[in-house]
């Protein structure tokens, strides 16, 4: 599909942040309405335009904060947390030479997030494959998105 390249990863944090706080005021509607109605409606136009900036492969569970407004899954490997060992001396992806190291770019466009580029240090829990195809902005609302595998525990809470 027809992927735009962003280059104001500053402009799309804004934007994130904005359509982040109108999701959380519409909530009490929303769960009103109904979470499983809203998201029926909602899936189509957020996967389109998710695909056309990002690359989007609706996991469900949407990162793009917090990896400098660049889909980790874009990855051929799935890595959340950070480029393989693999990556080629001039950043680009071991698996597809053609293409740049989605990690590489993610770090890259943190740089120049203020808001959220501190988060890129922040450890992802693992997909949860049982919401891809989902709305991660009702995922997000319902909590459904920070279920975790049993067993995983994130690195803030060992001691």
């Known amino acids: 599909m027809f992927r735009l390249r962003w280059s104001r990863p500053h402009l799309l944090e804004i934007l994130y942040q904005v359509t982040a706080r109108?999701?959380?005021?519409?909530?009490?509607?929303i769960r009103r309405a109904g979470y499983g109605r809203v998201a029926r409606v909602v899936k189509g136009p957020e996967e389109l335009a998710?695909?056309?900036?990002?690359?989007?492969?609706?996991?469900?569970?949407?990162?793009?904060?917090s990896t400098g407004m660049t889909c980790p899954m874009g990855c051929p490997k799935n890595l959340r947390n950070g480029p393989c060992g693999g990556v080629r001396?001039?950043?680009?992806?071991?698996?597809?030479?053609?293409l740049p190291c989605?990690?590489?770019?993610?770090?890259a466009r943190a740089q120049e997030m203020p808001i959220y580029g501190h988060e890129m240090a922040?450890?992802?829990?693992?997909?949860?494959?049982?919401?891809?195809?989902?709305?991660?902005?009702?995922?997000?609302?319902?909590?459904?998105?920070?279920?975790?595998?049993p067993g995983w525990v994130p690195l803030d809470e060992v001691s």
Not at 51 to 63: A, D, T
Not at 102 to 107: E, G, H, M, N, R
């Open 50 to 65: 998710k695909q056309v900036l990002f690359g989007c492969k609706m996991c469900g569970q949407c990162v793009l904060h």
């Open 22 to 29: 109108v999701v959380w005021a519409a909530n009490p509607l």
């Open 89 to 98: 001396a001039d950043g680009h992806c071991e698996v597809y030479p053609e």
């Open 122 to 149: 922040r450890i992802q829990p693992p997909v949860d494959r049982r919401l891809e195809g989902t709305s991660a902005w009702i995922n997000m609302l319902t909590g459904a998105d920070r279920n975790t595998p």
């Open 102 to 107: 989605v990690w590489v770019q993610a770090y």
